[in-house]
């Protein structure tokens, strides 16, 4: 599979972005989806995740109640809705995927598939 972030951009702390994963290849519904953000000088760090039917979401705890991650499996794209950002949600964000038919994880080891990232600015 192979997958293509979008929708990054400048916004003012309190605003919102929705990032968007495109992905092309088949069985994109029997993908797990995860995103990833790298800060400047900081190490990449799991966001959220998703199943392969989007019925089970998982969040790191600086993004519970803020980021709602989704999936369309009909339009091979999963999303990424971002509210109230913050000046430290400032990163490269990236959607990845791990080997066929493999759960979710926050590693990022176990993640085999990147798009190429997009970059979200909050200003303060």
Request: hydrophobic residues 35%; aromatic residues 12%.
């Amino acid at each position: 599979v192979q997958l293509q972030a979008s929708g990054g951009g400048l916004v003012q702390a309190g605003g919102s972005l929705r990032l968007a994963c495109g992905a092309s290849g088949r069985s994109f519904s029997r993908y797990a989806l995860g995103w990833f953000r790298q800060a400047p000088g900081k190490e990449r760090e799991f966001v959220a995740a998703i199943s392969w039917s989007g019925g089970t979401t998982h969040y790191a705890d600086s993004v519970e109640g803020r980021f709602t991650i989704t999936r369309d499996n009909a339009k091979n794209t999963a999303y990424l809705q971002m509210n109230s950002l913050k000046p430290e949600d400032t990163a490269v964000y990236y959607c990845a995927a791990p080997q066929i038919d493999q759960s979710w994880s926050p590693h990022i080891y176990k993640y085999d598939y990147w798009g190429q990232g997009t970059l979200v600015t909050v200003s303060s």
